[in-house]
């Protein structure tokens, strides 16, 4: 409602101030032609001038007394912001600090309840939640939002929510809120009257893809004023948020559940394919040794039994990587600890690898011993050399490096091969990633020897890390935990 007492004393001021000279004036000529018809004209008018100076000059003072409180308290507030009460508070100033404390509780209460809001939760439990936040800041029950339509009506229906407190969550849209929708057309805030009465509605849209409202009855009061228009516009503004957000947040755990899901079905594929190919690979390599110990057996037949032993132990190791890469996702590896010497397992994985190629061991500083899973460590080994064998050209060598430093046993593997950019330095270790130029060179890859690799290296308490530039080679580094030894 408008605040009206200080526009009352001033009007009523202008009318003391305007009213007495006209009087003095009519009486003047009427006494004129009557008591005062001998009298100087001049003298009249010099009377009739100083008593309306002095009439006004009282009223001035009269009313600077009156309005000087006011002008002090207001002159208080714009300055320090600070609130005066009693007698040093006029009335006009009393009614613009009452309005000041009601728009600061209204915010005050904004804030607080939009704290409260859950975004995280279902998005049409967050519409109600902002049904009880708006009827908090407004100081009125009846308030109720509108949701007319959605993009996305799996996750908030179309419907009228009340509060968290009602017995009722939700109704159907009715004409009521049809017509409330298209007649505010587009408004922040405003007050509608028609065949249901008055309301108030507040545009609560976060965009094109969703079309909401809050909005009261409003029967028996007047128009918005600019005061309450600006904090439902806040409001309005605040709920479109808080119900784009909740709908983000919906969309998003959704997808994480689908892909999660998904994730779920890769991992026990990878794990049903593995265990099935491990028997059958055991069983070829078994055969393929069991022949080459049968004297019956030309030498000729011996060399391509030779072949199919290597192959089949290369194919069992590429299905272990992967039921390592599965184990992984599932969280459920555990290496074992052992204390074992690295420099033999190193020969053994190279021997193993049976490459036409030179290979360079050197051992530095003191003799160590590394702290870890062995059986894993090779494996980590494995999947390393087999790249710089296999991404490298023939006749190049391989480079090893056994270094003890600070942080325990720095193991690093150094290839003349393509290299490594930026981008592939940035996600070789992600699982099925394999570069443009790893495809082109190997095509019969699989992506998963890195990745198994970190996640063995950090199940152990270690780390690996991958260097080079493109045409300059690849260095990978491992680090395992590791203690001095004292036998050489």
């Known amino acids: 409602m408008p605040r009206t007492g200080l526009w009352l004393r001033v009007f009523v001021g ?33 009377l009739i001038v100083v008593g309306a100076v002095v009439w006004g000059a009282i009223l001035a003072v009269i009313y600077a007394r009156s309005l000087a409180d006011d002008l002090r308290a207001f002159r208080t507030l714009a300055e320090r912001g ?28 904004l804030a607080r309840e939009g704290a409260r809001i859950p975004i995280d939760d279902a998005p049409p439990r967050v ?22 339509s959605s993009d996305d009506p799996a996750e908030l229906p179309p419907g009228v929510y ?28 405003s007050r509608l009257e028609g065949q ?49 957000h909740s709908l983000l947040y919906a969309r998003v755990r959704r997808q994480a559940d689908e892909l999660t899901r998904m994730a779920a079905i890769q991992s026990d594929f990878l794990r049903g394919v593995t265990h099935d190919l491990q028997t059958p690979l055991t069983s070829i390599g078994a055969l393929a040794t069991e022949l080459k110990a049968n004297a019956a057996v030309p030498d000729s037949a011996q060399v391509d039994l030779d072949t199919i032993f290597h192959q089949a132990e290369r194919l069992r190791r590429m299905v272990g990587q992967l ?73 190049s ?17 150094r290839d003349h091969g393509a290299g490594v950019d930026d981008t592939t330095r940035a996600q070789a270790f992600e699982q099925f990633y394999r570069s443009a130029m790893a495809r082109q060179v190997a095509p019969d890859g699989s992506g998963v020897g890195l990745y198994a690799a970190r996640g063995l290296m950090e199940a152990m308490g270690g780390r690996v890390t991958i260097d080079g530039a493109v045409g300059a080679g690849t260095v990978v580094t491992i680090w395992l935990p590791a203690e001095r030894s004292d036998h050489t």
């Not at 009318?15 to 003298?43: C, K, M, Q, Y």
């Not at 060598?397 to 593997?413: C, Q």
Request: charge should be negative; aromatic fraction near 6%; proline fraction near 6%.
């Open 14 to 46: 202008l009318l003391f101030a305007v009213l007495p000279p006209i009087l003095l004036l009519v009486g003047t000529v009427l006494l004129t032609e009557s008591l005062l018809r001998d009298a100087d004209p001049n003298l009249v008018a010099v």
């Open 82 to 109: 600070e609130q005066l009460t009693g007698d040093g508070a006029g009335t006009a100033y009393q009614e613009v600090a009452g309005a000041l404390d009601e728009r600061n509780r209204q915010i005050a209460a």
């Open 127 to 148: 519409v109600r939640a902002l049904v009880t936040a708006t009827r908090s800041v407004m100081g009125d029950d009846t308030w109720r939002a509108a949701v007319l």
């Open 162 to 189: 009340f509060g968290l407190d009602d017995a009722v969550a939700t109704n159907p849209v009715g004409d009521l809120e049809q017509w409330a929708s298209v007649t505010t057309g587009g408004a922040p805030a």
């Open 196 to 244: 249901w009465g008055a309301f108030a509605v507040v545009d609560a849209s976060p965009g094109e893809r969703l079309s909401a409202i809050l909005y009261a009855p409003w029967e028996g009061r007047g128009e918005l004023t600019p005061a309450e228009r600006s904090i439902l516009a806040l409001v309005g503004r605040y709920a479109g948020t808080a119900i784009e």
């Open 323 to 395: 039921l390592v890469a599965s184990r992984l996702e599932a969280g459920a590896l555990t290496p074992q600890v052992e204390v074992f010497a690295v420099v033999p397992l190193l020969e053994r994985t190279w021997a193993a690898l049976r490459a036409d190629r030179a290979f360079a061991l050197r051992v530095d500083g003191p003799p160590h011993l590394a702290v870890g899973d062995p059986d894993r460590t090779e494996q980590v080994l494995w999947a390393i050399l087999d790249n710089a064998i296999k991404y490298s050209p023939a006749g």
């Open 397 to 413: 060598s391989v480079e090893v490096a056994v270094t003890p430093d600070d942080s325990g046993l720095r193991i690093s593997i």
